[in-house]
């Protein structure tokens, strides 16, 4: 075991990942070696394997059943088959780590698995929630943390067990600013009090560059860069920002602003209170219009009610108080109220692209996912495969079409949520961190279509932190507080 700070050496000869259910390789052909104590951020494309490589070293792919491996991966020269338990792994989906129903536990799951003693334990509980900015009571129930607390959840759980290998994807993907901030910070102090080793996948790389000291980039044949991260970007800079990894100082391409002024007022919210969990209302008092042709960004810190206040705008949750209207022209028909609409009266009024990737998919293919929608509107077979295809080409998810959904990346899934809801052609759209997991190529991709949308009349709502895409849709911003 790797634990109580005694970092880990890691290796990988000639490793590749590929799901039994997928036609091609997630990863091939990878072989590095990273010293115990070194401070490591992998990059690479969406679906480059990044999350593939962090799940082998921690021993989670599974065995021979589930997917097809070939080379070696080793832990302190030990196969990571014969070391599970010896590496801190925080997920790419925080809500899939989250095990225990109270916060406190949930914390305290690892170190009980370690047998490590009761009041050592709490002691560490309270320490990792300090570290990464967790403030909630210990009996605080897991289901009502917004995504954002769960990552934050999910790193304190990590970091008491005070692992000597730390595995991080993308940590900070779904939190507000001073999230980031502060789990960054919580990761630099664990670092200063022990000698870890740490690997972390992120899209982008200011955050971390002044913490790493190593940059490896995974691209198509394997590892096609690796060393000290100023000598990475200023060699390989413009080879990577082609390959879509976000260097700094080569930002990807803005669409260009609205022609138009905003329309009339399609979903219309006046005084309005909401409520994820019955009962325990997240915030109140809300008066916002979402209009033909525009963008809105609702913005604000992690637990402030961002996510529930979307669903409530798209229909899916009730009001607590207050009302949510629709136009007539949305309704076209239907009640006034969105809440009210049946699925398939939402069908082509609203389209909702969920937090959780996972919480939304229900085919077994990349390609019938996409049909879901269009054939619930009575498509033509000719119609949904002419859709389908120009979504899967300019989302660059052609060639996974035969794929299991739950095979992809979490920023294949993201693009998949999307295209899903797109294809139905909705009048209003709202997206919960729509740019979650994007490389520089997929996010400017996305977000022109996106700005195609708001230019051909479609109401856009985008839960988001990313102020790029703020910035990028000349979104008009609304920032909750909470009910606090």
């Given at each position: 075991m790797t634990f109580e700070g005694r970092p880990a050496a890691v290796e990988a000869q000639g490793w590749g990942w590929r799901h039994a259910s997928r036609l091609a390789w997630a990863v091939r052909d990878v072989t590095l070696r990273i010293e115990p104590g070194e401070r490591v951020l992998l990059l690479g494309a969406s679906g480059a394997g990044k999350s593939t490589l962090l799940h082998g070293f921690a021993g989670v792919l599974g065995g021979d059943e589930e997917g097809d491996a070939e080379g070696r991966l080793l832990i302190d020269e030990v196969p990571v088959t014969a070391s599970r338990g010896s590496a801190g792994l925080v997920l790419q989906d925080p809500d899939s780590q989250v095990i225990l129903a109270r916060v406190g536990d949930d914390v305290a799951f690892g170190c009980e698995n370690l047998g490590i003693p009761r009041d050592e334990i709490w002691r560490r509980v309270d320490a990792a929630l300090e570290a990464v900015g967790l403030d909630v009571p210990l009996d605080r129930p897991t289901k009502a943390l917004s995504g954002g607390q769960k990552q934050r959840l999910a790193l304190a759980g990590a970091l008491a067990m005070r692992p000597g290998l730390l595995l991080l994807d993308e940590p900070t993907a779904n939190l507000d600013p001073d999230g980031v901030v502060e789990v960054r910070d919580a990761v630099e102090r664990m670092l200063q009090t022990q000698r870890t080793t740490l690997i972390v996948v992120e899209h982008r790389l200011d955050v971390w560059l002044p913490l790493i000291d190593r940059v490896i980039v995974l691209g198509d044949g394997g590892v096609i860069?690796?060393?000290r991260p100023e000598d990475v970007l200023a060699a390989q800079g413009e080879r990577l920002a082609a390959a879509g990894v976000w260097v700094p100082g080569r930002p990807p391409r803005h669409p260009a602003p609205p022609a138009s002024p905003p329309g009339e007022a399609l979903l219309t919210a006046r005084d309005l209170a909401v409520a994820r969990v019955r009962g325990t209302t997240v915030a109140a008092g809300i008066d916002v219009d979402v209009r033909a042709g525009s963008v809105l960004a609702i913005t604000g810190p992690n637990g402030a009610g961002k996510s529930t206040l979307g669903l409530t705008l798209a229909g899916l949750l009730p009001p607590v108080a207050g009302t949510v209207m629709a136009s007539d022209r949305l309704a076209a028909g239907a009640a006034a109220q969105p809440i009210r609409w049946t699925s398939r009266e939402?069908?082509?009024r609203v389209g909702t692209v969920f937090q959780e990737p996972e919480h939304q998919l229900l085919?077994?293919?990349?390609?019938d996912e996409l049909a879901i929608g269009a054939r619930s509107m009575g498509l033509s077979d000719a119609e949904i495969a002419a859709r389908s295809d120009e979504l899967l080409q300019r989302l660059r998810l052609d060639r996974l079409a035969k794929a299991n959904p739950y095979t992809l990346s979490g920023g294949e899934k993201r693009r998949l949520t999307?295209?899903?809801?797109?294809?139905?052609?909705?009048?209003?759209?709202?997206?919960?961190?729509?740019?979650?997991?994007?490389?520089?190529?997929?996010?400017?991709?996305?977000?022109?279509?996106?700005?195609a949308l708001r230019d051909e009349g479609a109401a856009l709502i985008a839960v988001t932190h990313d102020r790029d895409v703020i910035d990028a849709l000349h979104a008009d911003r609304f920032e909750l507080q909470g009910a606090a």
């Open positions: 860069a690796d060393g939402l069908l082509t085919a077994t293919t990349v390609q999307v295209a899903a809801a797109l294809i139905t052609r909705p009048r209003v759209l709202m997206l919960d961190e729509p740019t979650f997991g994007q490389d520089a190529r997929t996010w400017q991709e996305l977000v022109a279509i996106l700005a």
